[in-house]
């Protein structure tokens, strides 16, 4: 089974809306990343939030990480039509070998 | 000045061939990674090597062999190509294990 599970697996909203997706895990973590993925293209690192913060800002971006619920949020506020991709959290196991587990995405589409 | 790159960005082939993938990052990073990312979009990691070490070799058959010659490459050969193997071939880099990774354009493996 996967450590990594986002929700929705698809969100599709309107230019200027604030897009949300979640991300849930099994396991204890050291971190917790977000990537984003343009169609055929590479991940491109959004965030890294570690086990000991509860929020990060970048730019329009906003994530929260609720460890006691393994949980993390991706918020993006004020959506862009080039904001359209997949969305995927990965997470690095406490005790593991210092991997990156993704989940499967988000795929989010912003219709101007 | 791409960061991490691959080639050949396609790679369409026969079943029982042998094919290699190559991998350069210009970003002096001591980890190397690739992986594979199947037609549902989910990402698994294969290997990586730390500093030409290698550090994971996930549960991935023999017939896929990772060769890092020094710190700045990674390559993947791959032996018999059967049609399960058909997938997007992404290289990554990082400075820590872990951490923020880079990502490669990806090779997009087609088995016939």
């Known amino acids: 089974s996967q450590q990594g599970e986002e929700d929705p697996q698809a969100l599709s909203i309107q230019e200027g809306e604030n897009a949300t997706m979640n991300c849930s895990y099994k396991t204890s973590i050291n971190n917790l990343q977000w990537y984003r993925q343009n169609s055929g293209r590479g991940l491109v690192h959004l965030i890294l939030i570690r086990s000991n913060e509860r929020e990060k800002h970048s730019g329009r971006l906003r994530v929260t990480l609720d460890t006691s619920k393994k949980s993390s949020s991706l918020l993006i506020t004020a959506s862009r039509a080039a904001d359209t991709a997949s969305y995927f959290c990965a997470t690095e196991l406490r005790g593991g070998s210092e991997k990156l587990v993704f989940g499967k995405g988000t795929k989010l589409t912003v219709n101007p | 000045d791409t960061a991490v790159s691959q080639t050949p960005k396609y790679l369409v082939t026969q079943m029982g061939n042998d094919k290699s993938i190559k991998c350069e990052q210009n970003?002096?990073?001591?980890?190397m990674y690739w992986y594979k990312q199947d037609s549902k979009k989910f990402l698994k990691i294969m290997f990586s090597?730390?500093?030409?070490?290698?550090?994971i070799n996930e549960t991935v058959p023999n017939r896929f062999s990772p060769k890092s010659p020094d710190k700045a490459h990674l390559n993947l050969h791959i032996n018999s190509l059967e049609l399960g193997d058909s997938a997007v071939y992404f290289c990554?880099?990082?400075?820590?294990?872990?951490?923020?990774?880079?990502f490669g354009p990806g090779t997009r493996l087609l088995v016939l």
């Open positions: 990554a880099s990082s400075q820590n294990r872990a951490e923020t990774q880079y």
């Open positions: 970003l002096g990073h001591d980890t």
């Open positions: 090597y730390n500093n030409k070490e290698l550090i």
